[in-house]
């Protein structure tokens, strides 16, 4: 570390005067930052180590514009314009004139303080000079310098070109002026800029990371597959890409540097990087840019997965399925509406069973509704919704299901009571038939254990709303046999659901990723490290998520949230996962969420 005493050297650049900047480190982010600030209209000296690195960011740049222009997002003639205003070099003393430096060199400190020693020697005084670190000390990498009020983090995400989000990171000693004028600088890239203090992670990778992390341990215990978890994430909470395609593009040897920084910061096991991501980089499984990380593609940098090793082969599998003609379904909310619906649709036959004929009348009215809707978008036509309806049998007696091949339960999520059921359904239904729970919560072994036949007992857990979601997680026990899994995918794929396999773990996939994640979001909160506006404002844009974490704990219920958090704590003991004291408290308290018209946020 450097003695250098903090001095303000110079009159920092300002938003106007920036107009020369170098971009330092061309790998996937020094190359998307290049393309951004080339088209931004400022001029770039995008410098590298090496010719042959040098000429790999060329092409990442070459390649990127190309697609814009293909997309329509970029003409040809700006194109060209943005790649004339780059000035490609191996030689750091090219940035004596520059008004803004934007590294984006490997995740070492020693990298990072050597070069920034260099760039305060060649840069003029007034520069700027900002780290696209994603997890190291800002502040340590300042110190390095003669000009450390004059150092920030400008952290940009991955697609830099159309992630239009950036975490500037403040450190104590950096100037105001300077954070106004990178966040400005920021504005003039279209990226929406948020200011947060140095701490690892900052605010998007603190959230992200030990999700993905998790994932990978899913994956590392075989739990479900990568394509399971996966297609899981992307279906079942709206993601762009899922946890183990996105490491691939982050790159693996990245994310594990980002994880250890994380670790060895917070003490937090779970961003203790899972053993699997240190194999994977031994080996030179990089991700994408290496061609080959929990995927394989058609070449380094390609996003094209090709057929590997590890790809599922279906139809491969000479396990025999039991036939399905006809289903049951117990319940009469929202889940059993939706449930019995998607499988009058697909052409099964369907007695649902509800507790009074009043509920048996609700149900019927609920779905004509939503086929009605379905022929007025123009989804259905009115012989399919009148082939549906006369498809879908009420009734008030359990007794009704004894002649169906399946009956899928969506009745209220108490043990004692989902007892009983299975109790009955095991002496009602004929032999042979699937049990299946929608349970999101309880251990489905519990279910099948107290019947005679646990090998048909299945979990098959739907998504909200059911008729429309294609995520079904289907969860086997360690009874339940592989013709009832074989027979569970058939009849989702027949259903027009998307299937996914896990082990009977509480949370499953989907919530065991989700629920720790916005935990963290509120523990973020309760740090007073950031607000919910711009935690939500990080996961959206840097993440592209559809919603950001406490518009979503709104939307789930407050209550539905800290049971699950509660289940997945009393499951796996993992002391990151205890409900957060603020989620409780407004439990307590009956702030709900949207239901209430209070949680996070105050509705109208
Ligand atoms: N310039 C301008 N626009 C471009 C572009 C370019 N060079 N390249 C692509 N685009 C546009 C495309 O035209 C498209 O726009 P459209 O939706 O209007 O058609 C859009 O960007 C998406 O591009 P693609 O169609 O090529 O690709 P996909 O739709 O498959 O999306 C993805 C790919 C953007 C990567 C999306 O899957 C995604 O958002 N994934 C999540 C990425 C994420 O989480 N990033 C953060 C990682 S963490 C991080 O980076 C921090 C670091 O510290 C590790």
């Known amino acids: ?46 410098v590298e180590a090496t010719e042959v690195d040098l000429a790999r960011g060329v092409k990442t740049i070459e390649g990127s514009t190309s697609r814009a222009v293909a997309k329509g997002k970029l003409s040809d003639q700006e194109r060209t314009e943005l790649l004339a205003r780059i000035t490609f070099t191996t030689s750091l003393s090219d940035l004596a004139e520059v008004d803004l430096v934007v590294e984006a060199v490997p995740e070492s400190m020693e990298i990072k303080s050597a070069l920034f020693a260099a760039l305060d020697e060649i840069t003029p005084a007034h520069a700027i000079l900002a780290s696209n670190t994603s997890s190291l000390s800002v502040t340590e990498i300042s110190v390095a310098t003669g000009r450390p009020s004059q150092v920030v983090g400008l952290h940009f995400f991955n697609p830099a070109p159309v992630q239009a989000f950036v975490e500037i990171v403040r450190t104590v000693v950096s100037s105001p002026e300077v954070v106004d004028t990178v966040a400005e600088f920021a504005r003039r890239l279209g990226k929406e800029p948020v200011v947060v203090g140095d701490k690892a992670g900052f605010i998007a990778n603190a959230l992200l990371f030990g999700y993905l992390n998790h994932a990978v341990t899913m994956y590392e215990q075989k739990y479900a597959t990568r394509e399971d978890i996966d297609a899981s994430m992307r279906l079942g ?10 490491l691939d593009l982050i790159g693996l040897d990245t994310a594990y540097e980002i994880l250890d920084t994380m670790y060895k910061e917070g003490r937090d096991r779970l961003h203790a990087p899972s053993p699997v991501l240190k194999h994977m980089v031994t080996a030179g499984l990089r991700g994408r840019k290496s061609g080959r990380g929990f995927y394989t593609y058609e070449a380094p940098h390609s996003p094209a997965v090709v057929v590997d090793a590890h790809t599922p082969n279906t139809a491969g599998e000479a396990v025999a399925t039991r036939g399905i003609g006809s289903v049951g379904v117990v319940g009469s909310g929202t889940m059993a509406t939706g449930i019995a ?29 939503s086929l009605e809707k379905a022929v007025q978008r123009g989804k259905l036509d009115e012989a399919g919704r009148d082939a549906a309806l006369a498809r879908l049998v009420g009734s008030t007696k359990l007794d009704d299901l004894a002649k169906v091949d399946l009956v899928v339960e969506a009745i209220v999520e108490e043990l004692s009571v989902k007892l009983a059921l299975f109790e009955n359904l095991d002496e009602i239904c ?23 036949r646990p090998q048909d007992v299945v979990g098959l857990h739907f998504f909200n709303p059911a008729a ?6 289907i969860v086997s026990t360690v ?43 509120i523990r973020m909160l309760e740090m007073n490290y950031a607000d919910a506006d711009d935690i939500d404002l990080a996961m959206k844009r840097g993440c592209g998520y559809p919603m950001g974490p406490f518009e979503l704990l709104d939307v789930v219920g407050l209550d539905v949230s800290l049971a699950i958090q509660q289940t997945l704590y009393r499951e796996f003991r993992e002391r990151g996962f205890a409900p957060a004291p603020r989620l409780e408290h407004l439990v307590t308290a009956g702030y709900l969420g949207r239901k209430t018209g209070r949680g996070f946020r105050v509705y109208a």
């Open 341 to 369: 619906e998607a499988f009058a649709k697909a052409g099964l036959d369907v007695i649902y069973v509800a507790r009074s004929e009043d509920k048996v009348k609700a149900v019927r009215g609920a779905v004509e509704k």
């Open 468 to 473: 429309v979601m294609k995520l079904v997680e």
């Open 430 to 452: 004929k032999p042979g038939a699937i049990l299946a729970t929608t349970t999101s919560s309880l251990p489905v072994v519990e279910m099948a254990a107290i019947t005679s």
């Open 237 to 246: 909470c709206g993601l762009p890409m899922g946890p183990l395609a996105l």
């Open 1 to 46: 570390m450097s003695q250098t005493p903090i001095s303000d050297s110079a009159t920092p650049a300002t938003p106007s005067s920036i107009t020369r900047v170098g971009v330092v480190g061309l790998g996937t982010m020094g190359a998307g930052i290049t393309e951004v600030v080339a088209r931004s209209g400022a001029h770039v000296w995008a």
């Open 479 to 521: 009874a339940t046999s592989d013709d009832v899994i074989a027979t569970s995918r058939e009849l989702c794929l027949r259903i027009d659901k998307h299937p996914v396999v896990c082990a009977d773990r509480a949370g499953f996939i989907v919530n065991a990723l989700l629920f720790p994640y916005l935990n963290d979001a």
